[in-house]
């Protein structure tokens, strides 16, 4: 699994690549939240997650622990092209309405703005 992070205006997009599992979902979730602690007063974050084709229970917990993290600075994790599978396991574990859920990333910059 590799992360791709880059900056859109003022935010910061992850694009995380494969399964979000096991050690890498750990990863992944260890990346946004070293994000959140050094990322200063920017809490501008969102998640492309095209190019994740599943993900399990430690990846959805390191996305929840960073969506609670916004969510003290008045925000929230946003996710973009979240994939069928994935979309289904939000649904299935009720953890769907702590998150924000876009088109695309275009979308997830545009929703900062208003």
Not at 9 to 26: H, K, R, Y
Not at 40 to 55: D, L, T
Not at 74 to 103: D, Y
């Amino acid at each position: 699994m590799r992360i791709e992070q880059r900056k859109i205006g003022t935010v910061d997009i992850f694009t995380p690549m494969g399964a979000l599992v096991d050690q890498d979902a750990e990863t992944f979730g260890k990346a946004l939240m070293q994000r959140l602690s050094s990322g200063g007063s920017n809490p501008r974050v969102g998640v492309a997650m095209h190019e994740v084709p599943y993900m399990d229970s430690t990846a959805l917990e390191g996305l929840l622990q960073a969506t609670e993290a916004l969510n003290d600075r008045a925000t929230s994790l946003k996710l973009a092209a979240v994939t069928p599978t994935c979309r289904e396991i939000f649904e299935l574990t009720g953890l769907s309405s702590r998150f924000r859920f876009f088109k695309d990333i275009e979308d997830v910059v545009k929703s900062f703005l208003t």
